[in-house]
């Protein structure tokens, strides 16, 4: 069965550096969702992604945040200058169609900044 | 926005024991998923189900979306079962991004 994939399943980095987290969606998948979980709380909203542009975004996702989708398979989400209060799960999902339909998430990228 | 609430925040059973997991919302939905997060952190796909009843083994979820609410029933529970269940929602009037709830934690003990 298709499934979106994460890299990596773990990151540290120092305050202050710009990470990328990486995500391949399901193949045949048409949107794309980055979401965030600081531990302990439930799981936020960041962006939506269709037809190479934001559809749509969060207050949290400020000028910080970038996405790109890269080439026909990768979709990424970049944080320029990482703040501590930025260490959470990072969860990437896929639709294959966007208002009503079932979103896929992969396993999450856990971000710790130190 | 729209408001999801999930009960109980808690929930600590014995195994074999069965559990219903309710999630209510506060505006009309058209994408209603559940998810189990694992010790790992990962989230799990449970149900994809804005309306109606499914089944997948000792799970079932019924929506009655006229209602606002959804049902998560366990039954013989075992305790791989433990973690946290997230409800999630989309509007019918907006885009797409899922709100979730704050999570029911089910301890299934041995």
């Known amino acids: 069965e298709p499934e979106v994939t994460q890299t990596p399943s773990h990151q540290v980095t120092q305050m202050g550096q710009e990470v990328i987290l990486r995500c391949v969606p399901i193949?045949?998948?048409?949107?794309f969702y980055w979401y965030r979980q600081i531990l302990g709380q439930k799981v936020e909203f960041l962006v939506s992604?269709?037809?190479?542009?934001?559809?749509?975004k969060s207050e949290i996702f400020d000028d910080q945040f970038s996405v790109e989708r890269p080439d026909g398979s990768n979709f990424t989400l970049k944080i320029r200058s990482t703040k501590l209060e930025d260490s959470a799960m990072y969860f990437c999902a896929s639709s294959a169609q966007g208002v009503g339909y079932e979103q896929y998430f992969g396993p999450g990228t856990r971000l710790t900044v130190t | 926005g729209i408001q999801v609430e999930q009960s109980p925040p808690d929930l600590i059973l014995q195994e074999g024991a069965n559990s219903t997991l309710r999630c209510n919302f506060s505006d009309s939905v058209n994408n209603l998923q559940w998810f189990h997060q694992n010790p790992w952190g990962q989230l799990i796909n449970l149900f994809y189900i804005p309306s109606g009843t499914k089944q997948n083994g000792r799970l079932s979820a019924t929506t009655v979306a006229t209602e606002r609410y959804s049902l998560l029933y366990i039954s013989s529970s075992q305790t791989t079962d433990s973690g946290v269940y997230f409800c999630a929602v989309a509007v019918i009037q907006g885009a797409q991004k899922l709100v979730f709830g704050q999570g029911t934690r089910l301890t299934i003990n041995p």
């Open positions: 992604f269709y037809n190479n542009e934001i559809s749509e």
């Open positions: 193949s045949n998948h048409l949107y």
